[in-house]
């Protein structure tokens, strides 16, 4: 098990590779250049050129790549930013922990109430307390967040001013974004786990429970959920990842400085060293989250577990 | 012969699988018995119904969609049929135990062999057995069935199918009921392992003094094993007898000439297997007259029209117009 950790801790290094080559390789492509971004439609060509071959933009994507890297090898520095000039990671950071707060709040609020919720609808199939839910939960995916987000400070904020709208200096700043964003990650985790959970109760082996005399709160919670699960923590993590880097809409809309926001503000002022940081920090952690995934699955499943310890 | 003592009645039982666009109409008036210790062989092809007759025993029946329909069954006293739930669990797995059909799904991959086992002693512990005791009676049921105790803390996925076929066995046999259902319980595993899978049900049987049902489209395995037979078809019993009845007496319903037909012969030379011409009634939408009557070749203008009655003769009894006829005159 440790050996497979450190396997998949190295893995990082190609994937950090590959990321950066990528984003390096599309922003070349793209239109614009971060010279005249900087300088505004007034500055002269020349000035433009001028300030690009500053930033040591005028160089061929590849070298830009290799002068990058070798700035994190030699010096741990990930550049500075085009527009603002800060170090990247000192920018990039306190916005970094501002998502995380916020997504890990939304992620446990609609884990603890999409993943039960789920549960109930699959068991009680087609009863009252399924069919609600389930309801429930496809008007609130098939409407978009920033609909919910308006609605929402619409009510709570202008008329009813019992939240403040924009910003984060307190817990009640908290409030109406976490929700706006659990709706809609609530609803995809209740079909998600209705569907999963739906599939193991038709399995042999919950009949073979039954026949055995089991009662079904057991048959349920023993034979069914814990095969359910699987699939339910595999998207957790996967959602998980989005949440960190997809918040963009929720953020923008409660004027809260995060990362969803910087990398869009970043990608339309062509600041490169800026998306490329952000884009490495949401794989960074994307690939941690999916080596969390499998140890959760390990401790669940025996056959996978078997098949990361070594032979006995 | 009478004197014996009928552990499970069935009576025109009659069972349906309704959903919103049919009704399927899976088990049609089937009445059946069978004795203390005896062995009951059903015997059919694929649809005929057999399976939603033996999960009717067990009450296991897909609740929104399955439905009894008509008929009782009579349990070592209880009917079956009218149990409340908390009752009916009590004899689930204590009283009466199934083998089921596939080993590769009918065990749970999250949890060892061991547990699995156990937990049936474990929810039917009406003797106060301690923990050690409960284990020492896993250990046993495992020897039983010819697995090392030792690989009870192993998951299904360490096991070979025949081996898991044999820790589904022992699942079954963990509380020893009084009564076994076996639904085709060496279809999905290698003729090799077959054969020794059903010596051991067979022994296991003989020692516990165990009354069962054995499922099985295959003549082969009713002739080892079974005392009496009946035949099914479409949802009914056409045929039922001792096993001499249906093997050596001459006078079959022709479904039963059918599927001994087709069995491959090796004294004579026939260069292809001889198939029943057609397939098994839509069961959604069954013929009027005899169910066999499109496929049968010795087919009357009585049979398209009227459905046959019982022709009995001592234990055996067959459901054709072809003998009723003969009797009556």
Not at chain 1, 195 to 202: A, C, P, Y
Not at chain 1, 299 to 309: E, G, N
Request: charged content about 20%.
């Amino acid at each position: 098990m440790h050996r497979y950790i450190i396997k998949r801790l190295l893995f990082l290094i190609p994937t950090v590779l590959g990321v950066t080559l990528i984003i390096f390789f599309v922003m070349n492509v793209t239109p614009g250049n971060p010279g005249r971004m900087i300088l505004g439609p007034n500055a002269t060509a020349a000035e433009v050129e001028a300030m690009n071959e500053e930033l040591g933009y005028n160089n061929p994507v590849i070298v830009r790549w290799f002068n990058y890297l070798k700035g994190i090898v030699t010096e741990g520095d990930f550049g500075q930013s085009y527009t603002t000039k800060l170090n990247v990671f000192d920018e990039l950071w306190p916005r970094f922990l501002i998502t995380l707060r916020l997504a890990i709040l939304v992620l446990l609020l609609s884990v603890c109430i999409g993943v039960p919720l789920g549960i109930l609808s699959a068991v009680k199939q087609n009863s009252l307390m399924d069919t609600i839910p389930t309801m429930i939960a496809f008007f609130l995916a098939a409407v978009p967040s920033f609909v919910v987000g308006i609605l929402l400070m619409y009510v709570f904020a202008l008329k009813l001013n019992w939240f403040p709208s924009f910003g984060l200096k307190s817990t009640r700043h908290y409030v109406l974004p976490v929700i706006a964003a659990t709706i809609c990650e609530l609803s995809a985790y209740l079909r998600f786990t209705k569907s999963s959970m739906l599939e193991s109760i038709r399995q042999d082996y919950v009949r073979t429970a039954r026949a055995k005399g089991v009662a079904e709160r057991t048959v349920i919670w023993k034979h069914a959920l814990k095969n359910a699960l699987l699939p339910v923590v595999t998207s957790i993590g996967m959602r998980f990842g989005c949440l960190l880097a997809g918040m963009v809409t929720t953020e923008q809309l409660f004027s809260i400085p995060g990362v969803g926001s910087l990398i869009v503000q970043s990608i339309s002022t062509k600041d490169e060293p800026m998306v490329i940081g952000c884009a490495v920090m949401v794989s960074i952690c994307f690939t941690l989250l999916m080596i969390g995934v499998d140890l959760v699955y390990a401790f669940i499943d025996p056959r996978i577990r078997a098949k990361y310890s070594k032979r006995r | 012969m009478n004197n014996t003592e009928k552990m499970l009645d069935i009576k025109n039982l009659s069972v349906i699988y309704k959903t919103d666009l049919e009704t399927v109409y899976a088990v049609n008036d089937v009445s059946l018995s069978l004795e203390k210790g005896a062995t009951l062989g059903l015997v059919g092809e694929t649809g005929a119904g057999k399976t939603t007759l033996a999960l009717t025993l067990m009450r296991l029946l897909p609740e929104r969609t399955g439905k009894v329909t008509n008929g009782s069954i009579t349990f070592e006293g209880d009917s079956i049929v009218d149990l409340p739930e908390a009752r009916m669990r009590k004899i689930r797995g204590d009283k009466i135990a199934m083998i089921f059909q596939d080993p590769m799904t009918s065990l749970n991959p999250v949890l060892t062999v061991g547990d699995q086992i156990a937990e049936a002693l474990i929810v039917h512990n009406e003797k106060g057995l301690t923990k050690e005791q409960i284990d020492a009676r896993v250990d046993e049921t495992l020897t039983l069935v010819g697995i090392p105790p030792a690989r009870k803390n192993d998951y299904p996925h360490q096991f070979s199918g025949g081996m898991r076929q044999r820790v589904v066995i022992a699942i079954a046999l963990s509380c020893e009921p009084d009564l076994l259902i076996a639904d085709e319980p060496t279809t999905a595993l290698d003729v090799t392992i077959q054969a020794q899978v059903l010596m051991m049900i067979r022994d296991l049987r003989d020692r516990l003094g165990t009354s069962m049902i054995m499922i099985t489209h295959d003549l082969g395995i009713v002739a080892q094993t079974c005392d009496n037979v009946a035949v099914m078809y479409a949802g009914e019993i056409i045929e039922v007898g001792t096993a001499e009845d249906i093997f050596t007496k001459s006078v079959h319903h022709p479904y039963t000439d059918g599927l001994f037909a087709s069995l491959p012969n090796l004294k004579s030379k026939t260069a292809r297997l001889q198939p029943i011409a057609g397939l098994m009634p839509d069961p959604t939408n069954l013929p009027k007259g005899c169910k066999f009557a499109p496929r049968c070749t010795k087919c009357m203008d009585i049979c398209k029209e009227v459905p046959p009655e019982v022709f009995t003769d001592g234990t055996h009894s067959i459901r054709c117009h072809l003998y009723c006829q003969g009797k009556e005159d």
